[in-house]
């Protein structure tokens, strides 16, 4: 064999093991994005929820998730309280992701996953403690038999998001409707859209009725 052929066989020999270590890195980082600890049914819809934003799966999203939409009812130079105006719908919750997180979520990684505990919580506890959620499940069923088994589902990553990287955590709320597993995020009045997408990583503090 020609020295020429010996070249151009250890380059390809090169060129082959490499794309072949691209392939099985690409692999490692989609298996460990997000990483889940834990396939109990009770949780499995978390990694799922944030899996969709990841994805830019906006629709699959919707499914899983129940998001209040509020308005202002207070007087004019009296302290602005919100009052939970009804459940967001489809059209809105589409358009919504779409604007914090891009199609196909390309405005934000969801770089790491935990879950760190899961607490059933008593619907009077939940009333105490997460008001507004609470305000979010008694409007879903008041149009739908739900049951009510509640979780506090507490979960922390890290997320790339565009010229930053943040650590977080987040108490999320889930429930059982008889048939799905459901979550309740808070939403945002109109005057605090800039910060909607901060409800999938903390708790947003409004006034509400």
Known sequence: MSSLCKRLLTIF??????IALVIILIGLIKNEKPNYIDNDQIVKIVPDIYSFID?????????IVLEGK???????????IYVLDGILDRDSFLKQNIDDFGYNGWRINFNSLEILNVENIELQKFKEEYFKEWIILKKYNSANSANNNLYIVTVKGYTIGSCSIVNWEK???IFFDGKYWKAIVTGTPE???AIHKEQWLTEINFNSN
């Open 171 to 173: 108490k999320l709320p």
């Open 70 to 80: 509020w308005k202002s009812n207070s007087e004019i130079g009296k302290k602005k």
């Open 55 to 63: 994805d830019g799966k906006f629709e699959k999203l919707y499914d």
């Open 13 to 18: 020999i090169y060129v082959i093991s490499i």
């Open 191 to 193: 005057d605090l859209k």
